[in-house]
Nanobody, 124 residues
Framework: QVQLVESGGRLVQAGDSLRLSCAAS????????MGWFRQAPGMEREFAAA????????YYADSVKGRFTISRDNAKNTVYLQMNSLKPEDRAVYYC?????????????????WGQGTQVTVSS
């Protein structure tokens, strides 16, 4: 199985940019489609972005489309989430997830492995 560790979360101001990283170990990340989810206090975990195993197709929630970009570097065994024009409502714990399937998914139930999360806080 694969282990996932997120990093890069911190306190930023509205309008700032931030890049999250998800480092995989145990198995090569190229075996998985990958997703980023987020969970705000008192809210359900929600989909943010996903990328297929080859990196050719990406998917985004409407709330982040045009601002966030998911990418992967299989040689570095790492997946990224570039977040631009951050808003206070982007504040959440961000989780990386791996799915044993060619295609990404917006459903959390479709993913097999999860990281511990990294906190992103956006001040207004």
């Amino acid at each position: 199985q694969v282990q996932l560790v997120e990093s890069g979360g911190r306190l930023v101001q509205a309008g700032d940019s931030l890049r999250l990283s998800c480092a995989a170990s145990g198995r090569t990340v190229s075996m998985y489609s990958m997703g980023w989810f987020r969970q705000a206090p008192g809210m359900e975990r929600e989909f943010a972005a996903a990328i297929d195993r080859g990196g050719a197709s990406t998917y985004y929630a409407d709330s982040v489309k045009g601002r966030f970009t998911i990418s992967r570097d299989n040689a570095k065994n790492t997946v990224y989430l570039q977040m631009n024009s951050l808003k206070p409502e982007d504040r959440a714990v961000y989780y990386c997830a791996a799915r044993s399937n060619l295609w990404g998914s917006s459903s959390a139930y479709a993913y097999d492995y999860w990281g511990q999360g990294t906190q992103v806080t956006v001040s207004s």
